[in-house]
């Protein structure tokens, strides 16, 4: 495995837990997370992966911790019409799901990983790749690292994010998209309670999103075409306040920074193969989407459950795991439903980050219209959080 973010970490030990000899290889030891801290980039994280968690026994950890359950999700438009509003209750659901620190899911993560028979090796940069030829007896690939050592496996398996070289050795290619836009995150603070909500509000330059976090704070996560984005960071904690709430519309009545901002670059991307020879593409190696549906790191959760299920029964059969067949049922799947999620999140973006008149009537009548239908709410939150 190499690259031990979340979905590194989480394969590494899903695969460990099947009894495989799994190595983790990372490139920059994660520091510790400490409650006093709190890590800027959060997720919003889906039921279907919090169950993934629950069953590598890391879930119960990162609860105890400190996650936010969200119960409601509201979603309007900065032009009017209608508003969508997801609602636990009236899914049949406690939460809809939680936000949770980037750095506490990795930290809980890598304290599962000696225990399950990982080893793990950090800091350590692969740097080169060579791979047996296809139908080879055994095939398998020998990793080269930047202190000079090498190792040999049976698959490797490229979690080393959007800027993968394990994937570029493989000679797999991505096609990108640079949306020009930025997201800025910080921890606010808000004159009213955020109601564990998660609230996004469109405007032209893109989604705004106030995710509820403990102690009554919000995370938000506004995008914003690049030249805004840097204006942004450089506000003041006046000026950003005063911006900020306007913003929001001031829903949550006056806003106020409690920490640092900082902004990513947004960009789409796609890898052309999710299996390059011996070597697997996962998590935003394989693909990067925008952050409107706070997806990223729940579709790259989900190659992992894919990919335990399939090694799973593989072992359940005695059959080989590794198997080039096996791996591209596994890839196909992946490969669809993450283009699918992709370009669903850049036509939202699209239709809704843009001041044209036909655009802007469409939007608002597309969530009214959805939010006037609780078949439709309900569908469309079922199909997000695979519920
Ligand atoms: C503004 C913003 C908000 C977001 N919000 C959400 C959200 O709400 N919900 C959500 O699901 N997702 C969200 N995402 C997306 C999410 O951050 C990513 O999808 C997720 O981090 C991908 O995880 P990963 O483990 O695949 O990659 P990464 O987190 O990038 O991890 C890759 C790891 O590989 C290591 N590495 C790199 N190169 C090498 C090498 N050569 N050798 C060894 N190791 C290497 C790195 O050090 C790193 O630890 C957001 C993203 C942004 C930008």
Redesign the pocket.
Known sequence: M???????AACALALARLELDVVL????E?SAWSAASPDL?????APDNAALLDTLGVWPQVRAARVQPYRHMRVWDAAGGGELHFDADALGRRELGWIVE?GLLVDRLWAALPQAGVDVRAP???EGLEQDGEGAENAGVTLRFDDGSRLEARLAIA????????RKLAGAEVAAHDYAQR?V?AFVETDLPHEDTAWQRFLPGGPLAF?PFVGGQSSI?WTLPQGQAAEVLAFDDAAFSQALTRAFDARLGQVRPASRRVA?P?RRQLVDRYVAGRVLV????AH?VH?LA???????LRDVAGLRDAVAAALARNADWSSPSRLARWARTRKSENAVAAWTFDGINRVFSSDGMHRTLLRGQLLGLAGKLPPVTAALWRRAARL
């Open positions: 190499v690259g031990g973010g979340v979905v590194g290889v990372e490139a920059a994660p980039r959060v997720y919003a994280f980037h350590l940069r692969v979690a080393d994010g959007a800027d993968s070289m394990l997201g995150v995710l996560v990513f947004l996962i998590g935003d190696a990067v952050p706070g997806q990223g790191v729940n579709l790259g």
